[in-house]
């Protein structure tokens, strides 16, 4: 356990959490020496995310990028390609254009769920349309577990007839007006790195009603290995399954996820019960009819009304050996992506500059979350901020 000068031990913004069956499944694996990518796990995960989710066909596969990196060769992004993506996410949702020699044209975000603006997204097209270039893909997310304006995003996507990829990987949980998170695109995707709403300490799920998506990419995830007795190959592949092992710890996470989406919504009250009440401070709303994993909780500080800054916030969680995080920094601000249009009015920017992820896991205890309080309140006495 990780102690500061503090001597508390660290309180993470997402640690794993398992539950009671991970290890039987587990354990399972090595009585059976399914230590391979591949095996009755794998399956048996894959139809645990169909039945929880409804998605017709299901890839389990090594990461979340993986699944970003097949669905975008799926549709056939390469080279000198343009794919529109949400600015504001993590590096996972936008390198894998870059892997295919593809280039991101990157759209802000809108103010009430924090994600693509339907808006900018309908002025990129229709300014690389009028540069002559038709984007291969629009990708989009849910960050934080908010889903995102799925329906008018799927509308501008199917009037320009641009496929439509759903990074679902922060909403495993999370239910737009009904319909779950990771079915609102043509491909959609989840992780299962180790600090998601459920883990399998690494991994991630494409998932399609296309039944020919979904078989390609377990092809192109085992390295393309045509139907031969020896290894023989007409397309380059990829080692992008997930192993046995690691799908054996999925099938015990998905036993107990509704718990925690229930667990994570609950610290999400909690920090709005108090400061909810803060001037200053406010919390992304969750739409009436939608239902937010709330992965992580977050707010936004206004340094005029609070009196203090995100920063400020932060160094005070810190000096108790809390950690909390800056929200996602724009892809558009990134300096690997300072070439790349971007169309939009400053929110992602906006958003990066006040908002602060607080810990979030489903594991805190009612001590952890005194402690979150108390180095929360000191932010009063101690900003240097005025
Ligand atoms: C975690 C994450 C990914 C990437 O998933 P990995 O499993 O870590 O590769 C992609 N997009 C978003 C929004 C994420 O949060």
Known sequence: MQTSTSGQSRIWLSSPHMGEHERRYVNQAFDENWIAPLGPHVDGFEHDLQNYTGAAHVAALSSGTAAIHLALILLGVGQGDEVICQSMTFCGTSNPIVYLGASPVFVDSESDTW?????????????????????????????????????????????????????????LGSVYYGRPCGTLGDMSIFSFNGNKIITTSGGGALLSNNKEWIEKARFLATQARDAAPHYQHTQIGYNYRMSNVCAAIGRGQIEVLDQRVAQRRANHDFYESWLG???????????????????????????????????????????????????????????????????????????FERGLCLPSGSNLTPEDRARIREAAESVKTNAVWI
């Open 277 to 351: 009440r803060w001037p200053g401070v406010s919390f992304l709303r969750e739409p009436k009819g939608v239902l937010a994993n709330r992965w992580l909780s977050c707010i936004l500080i206004d340094p005029e009304e609070a009196g203090f800054t995100r920063e400020d916030m932060r160094l005070a969680l810190a000096a108790d050996n809390i950690e909390s995080r800056p929200l996602w920094k724009p892809m558009h601000l990134q300096p690997i992506y300072a070439d790349c249009p971007f169309y939009g009015d400053g929110t992602s920017e906006f958003l």
């Open 115 to 171: 994600n693509m603006s339907p808006v900018h997204l309908r002025a990129a097209i229709k300014d690389r349309l009028r540069r002559g270039k038709k984007p291969k893909a629009i990708i989009y997310v849910h960050l934080y577990g908010m889903p995102a304006q799925a329906d008018e995003i799927l509308a501008i996507a199917r009037e320009y007839d641009i496929p439509l990829i759903e990074d679902a990987a922060e909403a």
